[in-house]
T-cell receptor
Framework: AQRVTQPEKLLSVFKGAPVELKCNYSYSGSPELFWYVQYSRQRLQLLLRHISRESIKGFTADLNKGETSFHLKKPFAQEEDSAMYYCALSQEGHSGGSNYKLTFGKGTLLTVNP | DTGVSQNPRHKITKRGQNVTFRCDPISEHNRLYWYRQTLGQGPEFLTYFQNEAQLEKSRLLSDRFSAERPKGSFSTLEIQRTEQGDSAMYLC???????????FGPGTRLTVL
């Protein structure tokens, strides 16, 4: 069965420090991985997806199939990065192919202190 | 606001009562998803519609739960004979096509007393 593990429930860093939010997954097929973010009192929103290979708000994430990881990194954290971060995996749907039924991790609450 | 909307935003009910939630997806989106999120957990998939057809249901969706999307636009999620364990945030999401990650609504927070 597919599973997404985010080992850290809480992560606290100082402004300007590097930050890494860990995500490991288990899935027998070819996964698509995502990071979603939820700022205080806002809805869940997509931060980035591995197939885009882009940097959003200074965040990057590389899919490492050997280590089954998709860690989220930012070299210099900002106070506005404080939020809940969820790693998610897209699995094949009913009729085959990715239909974006997502399996989420439990999330990591990032706090960036001034 | 042209995003996914959900009503009501909060619902408090007594155990044993029935509740119904509504989701209005982004207008051109033909795919609609329901997720449930309990405290300290990430969202968990409940069910999925493509247009009006319900294509997939999670084992989490017991027979007390029913979802509909009658005209392929808005969707409703009904919980009959609510239990305290049903207390959660119910999230709706929609997407235009299979290769698009879904847009999430603000959620409906259900509290069963």
């Amino acid at each position: 069965a597919q599973r997404v593990t985010q080992p850290e429930k809480l992560l606290s860093v100082f402004k300007g420090a590097p930050v890494e939010l860990k995500c490991n997954y288990s899935y027998s097929g070819s996964p698509e991985l995502f990071w979603y973010v939820q700022y205080s009192r806002q809805r869940l929103q997509l931060l980035l997806r591995h197939i885009s290979r882009e940097s959003i708000k200074g965040f990057t994430a590389d899919l490492n199939k050997g280590e089954t990881s998709f860690h989220l990194k930012k070299p210099f954290a900002q106070e506005e990065d404080s939020a809940m971060y969820y790693c998610a995996l897209s699995q094949e749907g009913h009729s085959g192919g990715s239909n974006y039924k997502l399996t989420f991790g439990k999330g990591t609450l990032l706090t960036v202190n001034p | 606001d042209t995003g996914v909307s959900q009503n009501p935003r909060h619902k408090i009910t007594k155990r044993g009562q029935n509740v119904t939630f509504r989701c209005d997806p982004i207008s051109e989106h033909n795919r609609l998803y329901w997720y449930r999120q309990t405290l300290g957990q990430g969202p968990e998939f409940l069910t999925y519609f493509q247009n009006e057809a319900q294509l997939e249901k999670s084992r989490l969706l017991s027979d007390r739960f029913s979802a509909e999307r009658p005209k392929g636009s808005f969707s409703t999620l009904e919980i009959q004979r609510t239990e305290q364990g049903d207390s959660a945030m119910y999230l709706c999401a929609s997407s235009l096509r299979a290769r698009a990650s879904p847009d999430f609504g603000p959620g409906t927070r259900l509290t069963v007393l």
